[in-house]
């Protein structure tokens, strides 16, 4: 890796997510060397190294942050993609709740689907097959992706860029955005929101918010759902042939242990994210939920939830509740 490119990762505000992961950056370095030079060595490709245009936060006499041009700056279709279970849908909340406080004012503008797209001015979608929506979405849309360090054969087969979807993607002025290495979301928790912060240039009031809501999001997503945390469920539900991904005394037993599930859920509830969005028809499927594909939340759902797995040994996406 030279010396201008450890300068930049230095220097970079949201790049030091990127730093934190050693391997990672020299993967994503070389990719970002290839799609620069419009030389491809290979027709598959590893993860791109995210570009950013930073927007001029101003502060006021309270020393709060607002963005002065970022509503006209951030483009009206984002795609999130990455591989399944590398926190691809804690991004996908993260940019849908950011594109919902952003046009907060404009009312029922913004919707958020997992493989769909619809009709609406300001649209989030998720995606795990990028392919289908590069030819749909208008040129100078921002993709955001999830990785890991490393890729089993087969997943990077799967996975990762083509020569074909660079060639779109370069086309049509798309900009991948960022990248977020599940290793250092882990490493941060429901945190990492900050990361988007300069991104988006949401004001500092507006972030609490965020925080406010991804801090029991979080937990309900490792502890409760279709989609929980599979070392939880193995806990609610014993498999004496389960190979655990953690050990017993991980961060994940600790939380879920540690929680009232309907406490932290009832607390969700209660959050000005939740309270403002999760009844919106085009955000109700992903804002207020652990996952796109779990029922409404109403205080005892994930207790409910987690008591069909113990007596009932559902298995990862088995209606619960």
């Known amino acids: 890796m030279d010396s201008d490119f450890k300068s930049k990762c230095k220097n970079g505000c949201v790049l030091s997510c990127v730093c934190t992961v050693v391997t990672g950056v020299v993967m994503i370095y070389y990719f970002y060397q290839s799609i620069s030079q419009t030389k491809y060595s290979s027709d598959i490709m590893e993860p791109p190294l995210p570009s950013f245009r930073h927007e ?21 279709v984002i795609l999130q993609y990455g591989h399944p279970r590398t926190a691809t849908t804690l991004q996908f909340n993260i940019l849908c709740l950011s594109m919902a406080l952003l046009h907060e004012d404009v009312k029922n503008s913004v919707g958020c689907y997992y493989n769909k797209k619809k009709s609406k001015k300001y649209i989030v979608i998720k995606t795990h097959a990028i392919a289908k929506f590069l030819t749909k979405i208008p040129s100078h849309s921002w993709i955001f992706m999830t990785s890991k360090v490393k890729f089993s054969p087969k997943e990077k087969q799967r996975y990762s860029l083509t020569r074909q979807n660079i060639k779109v993607i370069r086309a049509k002025n798309i900009t991948i955005k960022y990248v977020a290495d599940i290793n250092f979301v882990s490493k941060r928790g429901h945190s990492v929101v900050y990361e988007y912060q300069p991104i988006f240039g949401i004001s500092d009031a507006k972030m ?114």
């Open 208 to 321: 609490q918010h965020m925080a406010e809501y991804f801090r029991y999001w979080d937990i309900l997503r490792l502890c409760c759902g279709k989609q929980m945390s599979a070392d939880w469920r193995n806990h609610l539900s014993l498999n004496p042939n389960y190979k655990r991904h953690h050990v017993h005394n991980s961060s994940i037993h600790s939380v879920c242990e540690r929680y009232n599930i309907s406490q932290v859920e009832v607390q969700f509830l209660n959050t000005y994210a939740f309270k403002t969005f999760a009844h919106i028809d085009s955000l109700r499927d992903v804002i207020g939920k652990p996952s796109t594909v779990d029922g409404k939340l109403d205080g005892s759902y994930c207790e409910r939830c987690n008591a069909n797995i113990t007596h009932r040994s559902l298995k990862f996406n088995q209606k619960c509740a």
């Open 56 to 76: 001029k936060l101003q502060s006021d006499a309270n020393n709060t942050m607002e963005c002065q041009s970022c509503s006209v700056s951030v483009p009206n």
